[in-house]
């Protein structure tokens, strides 16, 4: 069956109507995410754009039509731990164990959390929708926010220049935890996400699976809401997100991308990019070229 298929004969676990941004990223990974896991779903979201889009809603309704819960900022994945253990005790490993947390409660506040799990193998699929900051409280910088970015904690100005370091790279590391599935999706490929979502549901039965996904924010990163896809495929075609797969130890490009797009090219038009200079560029380049080089030495071996 194509995904096509898939998502057209899937119901939306998300009720109409949405409070997020137009244009979010976030929404769209947040649909899609629960039309493939499906009514036997425990979903945990954190606070953060999807707490407030998709579980408290509207007119005092919830957004979604499965069980949710917003644990803390940073217990996400201790919280769904319990949850997890408590479920397979009683003989249900049908249930499917979601997280889906934004870039701040993973790879800041909830990274103690998230790790420890990941170390134990818990039974879950943990979901990061990636938009580079903390966006929900007016866009401050998180650990993945892009080298140069302009935030409302790293502003551009005559003493600073926007966010001075580099992004921690959160899939790579999960997958230095022997987890049972790591990958990295982006809403442009959706057939690809749509594999990789099935794929991690399936290996959260057997461990912890974690999928880290591009999110692009128009709110946040300055630019038209209906350029969301495409700002999200070129970022991959620059190789500023590439997609790949860790399945069982085992290592595997989703997309080879043998004619990249510059760097220059993807930044132009996002207004948080703006002020980037030359060196800050070149910077971001070498980063791109280096971690698609570490990745691809990683998928050679197997």
Not at 23 to 41: A, H, M, P, V, Y
Not at 89 to 114: P, Y
Not at 274 to 298: N, S, V
Request: glycine letters at 10%.
């Amino acid at each position: 069956m194509s995904y096509i298929d898939i998502l057209r004969e899937a119901e939306d676990q998300v009720t109409p109507g949405m409070s997020a941004c137009q244009g979010c990223g976030g929404e769209l990974i947040l649909r899609r995410l629960l039309q493939i896991s499906g009514k036997n779903t425990i979903i945990g979201i954190p606070p953060g754009c999807m707490a407030g889009a998709g579980v408290v809603g509207w007119n005092y309704a919830n957004g979604l039509k499965i069980p949710v819960h917003i644990p803390l900022l940073d217990n996400t994945a201790s919280f769904l731990s319990g949850l997890s253990q408590m479920y397979r005790r009683k003989g249900r490993e049908d249930v499917n164990i979601v997280a889906m947390a934004g870039d701040g409660a993973t790879a800041d506040c909830g990274f103690q959390s998230l790790s420890a799990a990941a170390e134990r193998g818990e039974h879950m699929l943990y979901v990061c929708y990636d938009n580079e900051g903390y966006m929900n409280t007016g866009y401050q910088r998180s650990s993945t926010t892009s080298l140069g970015s302009r935030t409302s904690t790293t502003p551009i100005g005559s003493a600073i220049n926007g966010k001075t370091q580099q992004q921690k790279y959160v899939p790579l590391i999960l997958a230095m935890h022997n987890v049972r599935y790591c990958a990295t999706a982006s809403p442009s490929h959706m057939a690809d996400m749509v594999a990789k979502i099935q794929k991690g549901l399936a290996a959260s039965k057997e461990g912890f699976a974690y999928l880290h996904v591009f999110s692009p924010c128009p709110t946040g990163w300055g630019y038209a809401p209906d350029k969301s896809i495409y700002y999200a495929r070129r970022a991959v075609k620059s190789n500023m997100f590439p997609l790949w797969e860790m399945d069982n130890g085992v290592f595997k490009l989703n997309d080879q991308n043998r004619s990249p797009i510059p760097i220059r090219e993807f930044v132009q038009g996002i207004g948080k990019f703006k002020a980037l200079t030359d060196a800050e560029i070149d910077a971001l380049q070498e980063m791109a070229d280096a971690r698609f080089a570490l990745l691809k030495r990683l998928a050679e071996k197997d």
